[in-house]
């Protein structure tokens, strides 16, 4: 009982992660039909702002080094404020293009910003260590957790909490699920374009910074293309959760990260080695049976 | 009308392919004239892309779905090029997986390559009858998941393509002008697809999937047909690959090699053939200039060094600032223009 | 008078002799090396050592008078920016740049595009630190080495190291499935540990270099009885650190043994508190205690010329390259690669810097050289010795499929 509890809570946790890097990437696919292939860097930027700006092998510590009520913010705010420069500067222009065009051009923000970190960094993995608190585990009765995993799970809760309560009671709320519904239908009842992209440009980053934090207590490690796999999982498990609901995106995080969690749990080692090969075959799975995604938005069941 | 108009007319609907066609001879012309083995090889690695990037257009191009997984079938087409031509000796010791008849053969080259990319093909066509049946996203998403159950199934199924570890011992009979001679297949396989029933229905349902159904389109057929002809000639690329670098590995079929290929098409103009070709001779241009500026030039008795590392993030930066200018690609969906007579802008028109 | 026109003979002969010298040095073409190594992108890693200490080593060369009566060494550079493709076209570049020796990348499958060309070429190849056994004869091709170690190899030596040295009977293995290096290292460890009397297998489990989480993994592993006495991690950084990082975050303190690939302290910050930690390696820059002379004297001219100390033990494959082809060159006569491989293929116990060095007709990689073992204490490793396997792995078990 005690190994299924705590299988239970390993599966929770790591959905939670994906479920808040989905969510950052759902926010966006809503609004603009945008595959941001550069979530991902914007959580290594943030990463990689912990540490001081050098090719030395031995990583010094920059903002990782400050207390956590100003550590914690900074980060978050420098990813904001990358996700912002990334909307004003490469997809701004691109407003309209066709989703294929969009995509190459986060691919190319992408390419960007990760061999900007390898020019300044090299590509030799630093480490860095924050949170030295979360890497104690505290018993609960038989189950001995790790403080991170309970942290993962309370911070993705009430991030999502408390996204829902904006998404519902603030203008700007439902001003962006307008948006992300029927973007041009919005526009036309008065949305303002910019203000609603640029909000979920910075939310998508403070979504980023916290995934940025929370992953960094948990590897320790840092390098430049650490939040690929991350992304990935997360474009999957936003498709799966139903692409433009948030809810979905949130939804679909935690199936992936439940299913893979318990797939590594059960399968023997050989069969283990396979263990994506099922992961990426129960996604097309899902896919044939419900191709709009598990959660449906209206305007997603109007389309052909 | 006179038999020399008549001429003047087949010429001109088939002026993108004639174009495009000395376009690469032209390239390939200049590369020998050199006699640079370094720019050879250069080319003969932007043809193999070119192949890819046509393949991927023949799909996405027609279809307007994008796929992220077609890179499934070059790595299909690679492994099969070296079960099917490899030294049975090795296969027995090192891929004893295999069923014992692809253990026995040998075939030559040419042989290997039309049952590699055979093989990619017959793949393309039942995943694509599974995927195809979803629509837009939702089919892009379900290409990569293919992909990624590709990968870790070749990744890890040591018996049949020796795991993680790279096969040596491919016949490296590839060089730039066998990539020019396929190249030109895949042109005009691409080109006559194009010009087809199939290909102008698919880009009908492009256009409008409901007008297409209602004009009595079957999309779901048609899409299973470009993506099995655009498995294909990624395989053809997969096999071509495998016997210029005479080494495989699983490794080298990922994500990397899908987004240069993508934003190869995406860049010239994914809705037109010259768009793919045009989009693949620019992104390896630029590479190999700055790949140059990083080793060093000299100018005028000056040494002008860009940092090493800098290459790939000036690529990004001018990928952008194309996307940004030119949002439907550097062709915009367009056919190289028919360059002769007063009615030259006839030809400008977009592709049917 | 005298005086002058003795000074005016000594001139003259000292002027001859400047002369003579310029001609012969003129006369001797250099010998150009070839490094298809990665320069810029994450390969660099691994590549980076070995490729700042050859360039010490050809300077060593130089000044001592160069090699094959007085022709000095060069080297020439191209970036493979851990590419395949750029990898083959710089073992092309290199090839044409009129190299007879030239090194690739450290991994087998980065590399191999690069070896491949030499192959071709006919040219001696050397991997600075690949540890693949399919490098050499059975791989690419008869004039292909290593300076490393056989992964399968280092399994051995590992396991003969814990189960004498520390006494461990009862091993785990957790083993990182995206590399291949790290499935030969785990599979030559159990095939020794098995081998030995009265030691089991506690169990074995895999997960990804870029797994977010293994907890799954750490459960499984919690809920044995009983626990296992060590834990072998094949893996390499950063994903290896991350592993053992939430290993220890989850209060298993069993002690972990690695090798070569989590070479270096760099990432010891992510693992506060490391203890119980072992690690053998090729050779030693941890421990300034146990330094041997010539490792004093390297060590020394690394610092001064780059203003740092190495980063990982790797740094010695390099200038043992170098080293070895010297006294391949000059036991050869000749810069012919067939006849320096040939030279190469009788080497028997060569000391160079990185250890007894031996090559022979069917292997061209070390398959029994000491390794350096450290242990943690004070958050740094500190050397304890160098041992040798006793039983050396057979490189004709390549092909075994069990």
């Known amino acids: 009982m005690t190994i299924v509890l705590q299988i239970a809570i390993d599966a929770i946790s790591l959905g939670s992660l994906y479920a808040l890097t989905a969510l950052g990437i759902g926010l966006i696919f809503g609004i603009l039909r945008l595959i941001n292939f550069a979530h991902g860097d914007f959580i290594t930027i943030g990463a990689f702002a912990l540490i001081v700006p050098s090719a030395a092998v031995v990583a010094s510590p920059f903002i990782g080094a400050w207390p956590f009520w100003a550590l914690i913010p900074a980060i978050i705010l420098i990813v904001i404020v990358l996700a912002l420069a990334a909307e004003r500067i490469a997809f701004r222009p691109l407003r309209g293009a066709n989703p294929a065009t969009l995509l190459?051009?986060?691919?190319?923000?992408?390419?960007?910003?990760?061999?900007?970190?390898?020019?300044?960094?090299?590509?030799?993995?630093?480490?860095?260590?924050?949170?030295?608190?979360?890497?104690?585990?505290?018993?609960?009765?038989?189950?001995?957790?790790?403080?991170?995993?309970?942290?993962?799970?309370?911070?993705?809760?009430?991030?999502?909490?408390?996204?829902?309560?904006?998404?519902r009671r603030t203008t700007f709320g439902v001003q962006m699920r307008a948006a992300a519904e029927d973007f041009h239908m919005a526009r036309l009842l008065g949305v303002r374009a910019n203000t609603v992209i640029a909000l979920a440009f910075g939310i998508s980053g403070l979504?980023?910074?916290?995934?940025?934090?929370?992953?960094?207590?948990?590897?320790?490690?840092?390098?430049?293309?650490?939040?690929?796999?991350?992304?990935?999982?997360?474009f999957i498990a936003t498709v799966i959760g139903g692409m433009g609901s948030l809810v979905g995106a949130a939804v679909g995080g935690f199936v992936v990260g439940i299913a893979s969690v318990a797939l590594q749990a059960v399968l023997p080692e050989d069969a283990a080695l396979m263990r994506d090969a099922f992961i990426f075959g129960f996604v097309i799975l899902v896919l044939m049976i419900r191709p709009q995604g598990l959660i449906i938005t209206r305007a997603a069941r109007q389309r052909v | 009308m006179t038999s020399g108009s008549a001429v003047a007319m087949g010429l001109r609907k088939y002026w993108p392919l004639i174009g495009l066609t000395l376009l690469l001879v032209l390239i390939v012309a200049i590369a020998a004239l050199t006699g640079s083995t370094q720019l050879q090889r250069t080319v003969a690695e932007g043809l193999i892309k070119l192949i890819i990037v046509i393949g991927l257009y023949i799909f996405i191009g027609n279809s307007g779905v994008l796929s992220f997984g077609s890179i499934t079938y070059m790595m299909i087409g690679a492994y099969g090029t070296a079960w099917f031509t490899m030294m049975p000796n090795f296969k027995k010791l090192s891929l004893p997986g295999l069923p014992e008849f692809v253990i026995e053969m040998q075939v030559d080259p040419m042989v290997g390559m039309a049952l590699a990319a055979g093989l990619a093909a017959v793949v393309a066509l039942v995943t694509g009858a599974m995927v195809m049946r979803m629509n837009g996203i939702a089919a892009s998403i379900a290409t990569f998941?293919?992909?990624?159950?590709?990968?870790?199934?070749?990744?890890?199924?040591?018996?049949?393509?020796?795991?993680m570890s790279s096969i040596i011992g491919l016949k490296m009979y590839v060089n730039m002008y066998v990539c020019l001679g396929y190249a030109l297949v895949a042109l005009l396989l691409a080109f006559l697809y194009q010009i087809s029933r199939f290909g102008l229905a698919l880009r009908a349902a492009r256009e409008d999937e409901i007008a297409a159904r209602a004009f009595g389109v079957n999309v779901y057929a048609q899409r299973i047909i470009a993506f099995t002809l655009s498995g294909f000639l990624i395989g053809a690329a997969g096999v071509l690959h495998?016997?210029?670098?005479?080494?495989?590995?699983?490794?080298?079929?990922?994500i990397p090699i899908t987004f240069i290929t993508l934003a190869m098409l995406v860049i010239g103009?994914?809705?037109?053939?010259?768009?793919?070709?045009?989009?693949?001779?620019?992104?390896?241009?630029?590479?190999?200039?700055?790949?140059?500026?990083?080793k060093g030039v000299e100018i005028g008795g000056a040494m002008i060094q860009a940092p090493l590392g800098i290459q790939e993030i000036l690529l990004g930066i001018v990928m952008l600032l194309i996307l940004v200018f030119r949002p439907t690609g550097i062709m915009r969906g367009r056919e190289i223009p028919w360059p002769f007579g007063a009615r030259a802008a006839a030809a400008d028109v977009p592709a049917r | 008078?005298?005086?002058?026109?003795?000074?005016?003979?000594?001139?003259?002969?000292?002027?001859?002799?400047?002369?003579?010298?310029?001609?012969?040095?003129?006369?001797?073409?250099?010998?150009?090396?070839?490094?298809?190594?990665?320069?810029?992108?994450?390969?660099?890693?691994?590549?980076g050592q070995p490729q700042r200490s050859m360039e010490i080593a050809v300077e060593d060369v130089n000044a001592a008078g160069g090699v094959l009566g007085g022709r000095m060494l060069e080297l020439v550079k191209c970036d493979t920016k851990a590419d395949r493709e750029q990898g083959a076209k710089c073992g092309a570049e290199v090839v044409q740049a009129g190299a007879k020796m030239a090194a690739f990348s450290c991994d087998y499958d980065m590399g191999g595009p690069a070896a491949l060309q030499f192959a071709q070429a006919g040219i001696v190849g050397i991997s600075v630190c690949g540890s693949d056994p399919k490098i050499g004869v059975q791989g690419i091709g008869p004039y292909t080495f290593t300076m490393s170690t056989a992964a399968n190899a280092q399994g051995y030596v590992l396991a003969e190291w814990g189960y004498s040295r520390k006494g461990w009977r009862r091993a785990y293995t957790l083993l990182d499935n995206s590399i291949e290096y790290d499935k030969s290292l785990c599979h030559g460890f159990e095939e020794r540990w098995q081998e030995l009397e009265g030691a089991t297998l506690a169990g074995k489990d895999v997960f990804k270099q870029d797994d977010p989480s293994i907890a799954a993994q750490i459960t499984k592993l919690k809920a044995l009885d009983p626990q296992p006495e060590v834990l072998i991690l094949c893996s390499y950084i950063p994903g290896g650190a991350t592993a053992l990082r939430q290993i220890r975050a989850a209060g298993i303190?069993?002690?972990?043994?690695?090798?070569?690939?989590?070479?270096?302290?760099?990432?010891?910050?992510?693992?506060?508190?490391?203890?119980?930690?072992?690690?053998?390696t090729h050779g030693n820059v941890y421990g300034p205690e146990a330094y041997t002379e010539e490792e004093k004297v390297f060590l020394e001219k690394y610092r001064k010329k780059f203003g740092e100390e190495p980063a990982s033990d790797h740094v010695y494959l390099g200038y043992s390259m170098i080293q070895a082809y010297v006294k391949a060159l000059e036991m050869a006569g000749t810069d012919d690669p067939a006849k320096v491989v040939e030279a190469m293929e009788t080497f028997r116990d060569v000391p160079l810097l990185i250890g007894p060095t031996t090559w022979t007709k069917d292997t061209h990689i070390q398959v029994r050289r000491p390794f350096a073992f450290f242990e943690m204490a004070d958050g740094k490793l500190k050397f304890?010795?160098?041992?040798?396997?006793?039983?050396?792995?057979?490189?004709?078990?390549?092909?075994?499929?069990?």
């Open chain 1, 207 to 234: 979504l980023a910074g916290v995934v940025s934090l929370i992953y960094i207590s948990q590897t320790g490690m840092l390098s430049f293309r650490m939040s690929l796999q991350l992304v990935m999982v997360a």
């Open chain 2, 269 to 294: 103009g994914q809705n037109s053939l010259s768009g793919a070709v045009i989009g693949a001779i620019v992104i390896t241009t630029v590479i190999e200039v700055f790949r140059i500026l990083e």
């Open chain 2, 145 to 163: 998941a293919v992909l990624a159950m590709f990968y870790t199934i070749y990744n890890n199924w040591e018996r049949v393509t020796y795991g």
């Open chain 3, 1 to 47: 008078m005298r005086r002058s026109l003795a000074l005016v003979a000594g001139l003259a002969v000292a002027a001859g002799a400047a002369f003579v010298t310029a001609v012969n040095a003129q006369d001797k073409p250099p010998i150009i090396i070839g490094q298809a190594l990665d320069f810029s992108n994450w390969m660099l890693t691994y590549d």
């Open chain 1, 104 to 167: 190459i051009a986060s691919f190319a923000v992408s390419y960007v910003l990760q061999h900007v970190i390898l020019l300044i960094y090299t590509g030799r993995p630093k480490s860095v260590d924050i949170g030295g608190g979360l890497t104690e585990h505290i018993a609960l009765g038989e189950l001995r957790v790790p403080v991170i995993q309970i942290v993962t799970i309370a911070v993705s809760v009430a991030l999502l909490v408390g996204l829902a309560v904006f998404m």
């Open chain 3, 253 to 280: 303190e069993t002690p972990v043994l690695t090798s070569e690939s989590y070479a270096g302290q760099f990432w010891f910050d992510s693992v506060p508190g490391l203890k119980n930690y072992y690690h053998g």
């Open chain 3, 384 to 402: 304890i010795e160098k041992f040798a396997a006793e039983k050396a792995w057979d490189i004709s078990k390549l092909k075994s499929w069990d």
């Open chain 2, 242 to 254: 495998g016997h210029f670098l005479g080494i495989l590995t699983v490794a080298a079929f990922y």
